[in-house]
């Protein structure tokens, strides 16, 4: 398989967006990394750095200590509040306007496609605005102020469910759980609907969400790979960018369609 330089944009990847009817945009963590969200391969830093993230990112780790779980979650959600979505989610979001439909699908749990103004977003591991009870499941409103910063090792006690007095849990799809039903369901729709998938800053590791480019792939659509290195979806992908996506999606998207204005910064 050639290898593409960095940042070099095949035109026919470009005509390929003009050309499509329906557009998925999947994206992972490296999506959000230029907005200064570790991915989570490199989530935990500082006082995190002696923890694994997909350890923490589990119902067993919340049951055994739901102080930790809770402060990592707090401060991953301090993190989004205080970042802006960048160019890439910017340009995202500008692409609505020039195609006749698109699908945004993201494995990601921040806000910032939202922020960005893509609409309908489908969210295949939640949120961290969407905490709920772990007893009940009953969702619990969390003030959008910035949480205090958990002291030390940064647990910080979860809130208590209004309704049933049960711990406040994190509204994401932890390891072991199973994805939502509707969200999985409209995600594997619009893979099997779609001309053209755009798969921007996701390793490809977890399932099921990796397996959605092959899905797209089958049906008959063409694959545009974002990423700054190799990963397990190369081989599926039609093309793949090797760069930043801040800096190549408007690129990729202005050979598409010229007058696309993606000057408003976020
Ligand atoms: C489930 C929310 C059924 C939490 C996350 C086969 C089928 C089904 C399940 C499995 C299976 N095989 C294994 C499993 C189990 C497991 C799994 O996939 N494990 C992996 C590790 C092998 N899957 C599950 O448990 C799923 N559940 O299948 O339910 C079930 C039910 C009961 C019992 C068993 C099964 C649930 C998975 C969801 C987990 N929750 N997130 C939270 O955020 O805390 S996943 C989490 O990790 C992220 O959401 C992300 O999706 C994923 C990977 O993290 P990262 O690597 O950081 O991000 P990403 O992959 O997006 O990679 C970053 C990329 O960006 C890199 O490639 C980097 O190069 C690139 N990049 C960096 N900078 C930039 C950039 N790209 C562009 N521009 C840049 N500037
Ligand atoms: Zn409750």
Request: with cysteine; proline share 8%; hydrophobic share 40%.
């Given at each position: 398989m050639?290898?593409?330089?960095?940042?070099?944009?095949?035109?026919?990847?470009?005509?390929?967006?003009?050309?499509?009817?329906?557009?998925?945009?999947f994206?992972?963590?490296g999506?959000?990394?230029?907005?200064g969200?570790?991915?989570?391969?490199?989530?935990?830093t500082?006082?995190?750095?002696?923890?694994?993230?997909?350890?923490?990112?589990?119902?067993?780790?919340?049951r055994?200590?739901?102080?930790?779980?809770w402060?990592?979650?707090?401060?991953?959600?301090?993190?989004?509040?205080?970042?802006?979505?960048?160019?890439?989610?910017?340009?995202?979001?500008?692409?609505?306007?020039?195609v006749?439909?698109?699908?945004?699908?993201?494995?990601?749990?921040?806000?910032?496609h939202?922020?960005?103004?893509?609409?309908n977003?489908?969210?295949?591991h939640?949120?961290?605005h969407?905490?709920?009870?772990?007893?009940?499941?009953?969702?619990?409103?969390?003030?959008?102020?910035?949480?205090?910063?958990?002291?030390?090792?940064?647990?910080?006690?979860?809130?208590?469910?209004?309704?049933?007095?049960?711990?406040?849990?994190?509204?994401?799809?932890?390891f072991?759980?199973?994805?939502?039903?509707?969200?999985?369901?409209?995600?594997f729709?619009?893979?099997?609907?779609?001309?053209?998938?755009?798969?921007?800053?996701?390793?490809?590791?977890?399932?099921?969400?990796?397996g959605?480019?092959?899905?797209?792939?089958?049906?008959g659509?063409?694959?545009?790979?974002?990423?700054?290195v190799?990963?397990?979806?190369?081989?599926e992908c039609?093309?793949?960018?090797?760069g930043?996506?801040?800096?190549?999606?408007?690129?990729?998207?202005?050979m598409?369609?010229?007058n696309?204005?993606?000057?408003?910064v976020?």
């Amino acid at each position: 398989m050639k290898l593409n330089p960095p940042n070099f944009i095949d035109p026919a990847a470009a005509t390929a967006l003009q050309h499509a009817s329906h557009v998925v945009v999947f994206t992972g963590a490296g999506v959000s990394s230029e907005s200064g969200i570790p991915t989570f391969r490199d989530a935990l830093t500082g006082l995190w750095e002696r923890f694994d993230a997909a350890s923490l990112a589990t119902p067993a780790a919340y049951r055994k200590d739901k102080d930790l779980v809770w402060g990592w979650y707090e401060w991953r959600r301090m993190q989004v509040l205080r970042a802006l979505p960048n160019p890439a989610h910017i340009a995202i979001a500008a692409l609505a306007q020039f195609v006749p439909k698109l699908t945004v699908v993201t494995q990601n749990v921040d806000d910032l496609h939202e922020r960005a103004g893509s609409t309908n977003v489908v969210h295949l591991h939640g949120s961290l605005h969407t905490p709920r009870c772990f007893a009940c499941g009953r969702p619990h409103h969390l003030d959008q102020e910035i949480p205090r910063e958990p002291e030390g090792g940064r647990r910080l006690r979860p809130p208590n469910c209004d309704h049933c007095g049960g711990s406040i849990r994190p509204g994401v799809v932890w390891f072991g759980e199973s994805l939502p039903t509707q969200e999985l369901n409209s995600a594997f729709t619009a893979a099997k609907q779609c001309d053209v998938m755009l798969v921007v800053g996701t390793s490809g590791l977890v399932q099921p969400a990796a397996g959605l480019p092959a899905r797209a792939k089958n049906a008959g659509a063409s694959l545009i790979q974002i990423n700054p290195v190799k990963t397990d979806l190369d081989g599926e992908c039609t093309w793949t960018l090797y760069g930043q996506a801040g800096t190549l999606l408007p690129k990729l998207l202005n050979m598409a369609f010229p007058n696309m204005d993606l000057t408003r910064v976020a």
